[in-house]
């Protein structure tokens, strides 16, 4: 046991020199000043606008609407005949529909025709007759007063000539309306009369309506400001609004389509701006063999305007608030600044910046997160890509 106790405390003895060392050291560490290290800025990817030329659009929203739509009625008074389109059928110019009993206006042209032929034979007795009395008031055989009966019974006959022609062809008029036919190639709707249904006389009978499709119109408005836009621009090439007619595109989308499909030209501007609303009706005509567009429909409108330079940054870099739209820079001290901007059309990717950015400026587009306006952040300069060649939004 005694000898356990000695080999303990030899050990104790030999271990003391290097703990009593590792206090010392210990407690000189102590007395050292503290000191915090801050960390790197952070690192963002940052890049300059692109600078292109793009092509502006006004965008506006409108509604499609039939060139022509008119009711079919009834002209004449009589039974319906016969019904000769199916209940939606598109139709071309000229193809009969309906028809009303036409035997009775047969009739009255027949009589008519007939009562014309007894005008002229009656004209050319009352003709000779007047040639007869010239001749022989000539030779002092007739007197002055036959001479002038036989005058006016040819005048008379001249004019009962006219008259039974008038009836004549009032009556070849009558005869024409007992067959309804479509004014232009368009969609006939459903009918509203029967077979054998009276129709015509003292009441307006409407038969059905035809709606032309194609081509069809798409009407929109203008805000003032675009008009504005636009006259400026007129004013600097020299055009004016009666050179745009027919010349200038315009394109139209629905709800479900993607981007404008649909291609027209404007073929109307209203002279003057509505006070109310402050804007411009614009007309464009669309071709419309496909149908694509109906009548009534809802209708995204977009006008291309002269081509011009823009500065484009990517959309991801646009951010917004209470404020409005913004977009985060870096100077050249590395200090993060928000800019304030006004933008336009989307292309692409790429957001098209009207106001509020210099080309020469480095926009943040990506780490925003860690990018806060006012403090330091170490910049990585990316190359920006090219913009898309279409606008794809809108403001």
Known sequence: MRRVLKHLLRAAAARLPLLCAGMLTLLAACGQENRFVAPPPPK???QLPVQQTVTPYLEATGNAASVNTIKLLARVQGYVQEIKYQDGAAVKRG????????????????????????????LINAEAEFTRQQGLQSKDVSTQANLDRARAARDTARAS???AQAATQTAEINLGYTTVSAPFDGVVTARKVSVGELVGGDHTSELATIVQLDPIWVWFNLSERDVQRVRTQMAQSGVTFADLVNKVPVEAGLQTDTGY?????LDYAAPEVNQSTGTLQVRGIFENAKRGLLPGYFVRVRVPLRPEQALLVPEIAVGSD???RYVLTVNADG????????????????RVVENGLKPDERVIVSGILDAVPGQKVDPQL???KSAAAEPTGSK
């Open 44 to 46: 963002v990817i940052v």
């Open 95 to 122: 193809t009969p529909l309906f028809v009303i009993e036409p035997e009775p206006y047969k009739v009255q042209l027949e009589q008519a025709q007939a009562a014309e032929q007894g005008a002229k034979a009656t």
């Open 161 to 163: 000539v006219l008259q």
């Open 261 to 265: 499909p649909h291609r027209g030209v």
């Open 322 to 324: 209470q404020a409005g």
């Open 335 to 350: 200090i993060v600044e928000q800019r304030r901007v006004q933008l336009g059309q989307t292309t692409g990717e790429m």
């Open 382 to 384: 990316q190359t920006p």
